[in-house]
């Protein structure tokens, strides 16, 4: 089956710094690839994801790169906020059909002012 | 309607109870699933439902008992749960249930004493 794993477990940067979150697996025919965030007592959240036919996608601060070669994708935030602190989780296929996504460890994000 | 609803919210239980934990989308998804989520953990995959249908079962313990009444409704029927079954539980729902974005409920936080 898939096997997702996330770095770094923590990252703690200033406001209006950039933040990245990488996230590598295992299967190569793995073709859809989101991001959660997820609030203290709320649930998780999609914020970007992206399919194998591109290598990026942007929305406002956030976007998310692709690399099949080194089947990595990455988060990145620019100009982070307060707001932006929570636990931010990838997220593959549980198998090659796609037919549930298992999630990577997360990354607690805090953004300091 | 793009809400996942899940009753109740919290939930308090002894060893020896029976209990259900209801999940509702009007959505017209065809998909539904029910994760566990101890704190400071990912989402962990229980359950998925295809067309009313159980697809995935990911070795859960019999002491939970999925049901899918239609394509609406979701349930998750509780029985001699240990303490250490206390989590919170997510459902979730997707279109057609293959790569695709998940809409997550807002859980129930189960305590089992």
């Known amino acids: 089956g898939e096997n997702v794993e996330q770095h770094p477990s923590t990252l703690s940067v200033q406001e209006g710094d950039s933040a990245v979150i990488k996230c590598t697996y295992s299967d190569s025919a793995s073709n859809y690839f989101p991001w959660y965030k997820q609030e203290l007592g709320k649930r998780p959240q999609l914020i970007i994801d992206i399919r194998s036919n591109v290598g990026e996608k942007k929305d406002q601060r956030i976007a998310v790169t692709l690399n099949k070669t080194a089947k990595h994708f990455s988060l990145h935030i620019t100009e982070t906020q307060p707001e932006d602190s929570a636990v931010y989780f990838c997220a593959g296929p549980l198998n090659q059909a796609g037919t549930a996504l298992i999630f990577g460890k997360g990354t607690t994000l805090s953004v300091s002012s | 309607d793009t809400e996942v609803t899940q009753t109740p919210k919290h939930l308090v239980m002894g060893m020896t109870n029976k209990k259900s934990l209801k999940c509702e989308q009007h959505m017209g998804h065809r998909a539904m699933y029910w994760y566990k989520q101890k704190a400071k953990k990912p989402p962990e995959l229980m359950f998925v439902?295809?067309?009313?249908?159980?697809?995935i079962n990911e070795s859960v313990p019999s002491r939970f008992s999925p049901e899918c009444p239609n394509s609406s409704l979701l349930n998750l029927h509780l029985h001699a749960l240990q303490p250490e079954d206390s989590a919170l539980y997510l459902c979730?729902?997707?279109?057609?249930?293959?790569?695709?974005?998940?809409?997550f409920g807002s859980g129930t936080q189960l305590s089992v004493l």
């Open positions: 439902y295809s067309y009313e249908k159980l697809s």
């Open positions: 979730a729902s997707s279109q057609e249930g293959q790569n695709e974005k998940l809409f």
